[in-house]
């Protein structure tokens, strides 16, 4: 019986991280660099925010909308 409570365990701790990386699209070759290209596409998008935050005309809700579209790129249009 503790074998099988292990088992079972073992099973709803590790079995949803496997299924989400076998179907998200990384595979063991690609996935670092698409974390690369994450990164970078993050970099780039903090550093067009904070540029644009020292600018008088825009509002928090513009450098938001900004802030969601980079978030949406990285998480939709990397290959």
Same mark, same amino acid.
């Given at each position: 019986?503790? *074998?099988? +409570?292990?088992? #079972?365990?073992?099973? *709803?701790? =590790?079995?949803?991280?496997?299924? /989400?990386?076998?179907? $998200?699209?990384?595979?063991?070759? #690609?996935?670092?660099?698409?974390? !690369?290209?994450?990164? !970078? /596409? =993050? *970099?780039? !998008?903090?550093?067009?925010?904070?540029?644009? $935050?020292? /600018?008088?005309? *825009? +509002? !928090? $809700? $513009? &450098?938001?909308?900004?802030?969601?579209?980079? /978030?949406?790129?990285? &998480?939709? +249009?990397?290959?």
């Amino acid at each position: 019986m503790t *074998l099988f +409570h292990f088992g #079972n365990c073992f099973a *709803l701790a =590790y079995f949803p991280y496997f299924i /989400t990386y076998k179907c $998200s699209g990384l595979s063991e070759y #690609n996935a670092f660099w698409k974390c !690369v290209q994450a990164g !970078v /596409t =993050y *970099l780039f !998008v903090q550093l067009c925010k904070v540029r644009d $935050s020292g /600018t008088p005309g *825009l +509002h !928090v $809700s $513009s &450098l938001q909308a900004f802030q969601i579209s980079g /978030t949406r790129l990285c &998480l939709c +249009h990397l290959p």
